[in-house]
């Protein structure tokens, strides 16, 4: 195993790290968008002093590639010291039954009627007066309807019915 190049415990300092790397490899932002394949300018934003973008998934694993790194996640004795009372024992059976199989989660269909009518009242909240008002017209006909329906599946029952 090869001595470390650099160590972060947060996101400032995988930022710093990155850029010391970057500064022992002698590479540029501009070097480094060619190399991974980068739109130019990324790495600049990404890494540069004022930084206006953040690194996520797919630009960390573009960093660590262009630059020939890799994160090992190693154990702070410091950092353990703090919070190894906090730490409880997990429940066992529970964890078994989630990891072993898939979960099955059954969901009500009172419970899925209350969040839509929930999601519904939320998406309302940003239209406008005029698109609100078509949207209870459309509402309001189509209970209408619902009710015509069903009352022309009734009268059509009586009919045959008295038919027999």
Same mark, same amino acid.
């Given at each position: 195993?090869?001595?470390?190049? =650099?160590?972060?415990?947060?996101? +400032?300092? #995988? ?10 490899? +002698? ?16 790495? =600049? ?43 409880? =024992?997990? +429940?066992?059976?529970? #964890?078994?039954?989630?990891?072993? +199989? ?32 078509? #949207? ?20 059509? #029952? ?7």
């Amino acid at each position: 195993m090869t001595a470390p190049l =650099a160590e972060f415990v947060d996101y +400032d300092g #995988l930022r710093k790290a990155l850029n010391a790397v970057r500064d022992v490899r +002698d590479i540029s932002f501009e070097r480094m968008d060619e190399i991974t394949g980068a739109p130019p300018g990324y790495f =600049a934003k990404l890494l540069g002093p004022r930084a206006i973008r953040r690194i996520g998934l797919q630009s960390l694993g573009w960093a660590f590639g262009g630059l020939g790194v890799k994160c090992i996640i190693v154990s702070d004795p410091e950092a353990l010291a703090k919070v190894e009372g906090r730490f409880s =024992a997990r +429940d066992v059976p529970h #964890l078994k039954s989630v990891h072993g +199989d898939a979960v099955i989660v059954q969901l009500s269909r009172g419970f899925l009627r209350k969040i839509g009518a929930i999601g519904g009242a939320n998406s309302r909240k940003n239209l406008g007066k005029r698109k609100r008002r078509q #949207l209870a017209k459309k509402a309001v006909m189509t209970r209408i309807n619902k009710r015509k329906a069903a009352e022309m599946k009734r009268r059509a #029952l009586q009919r045959k019915r008295a038919h027999k």
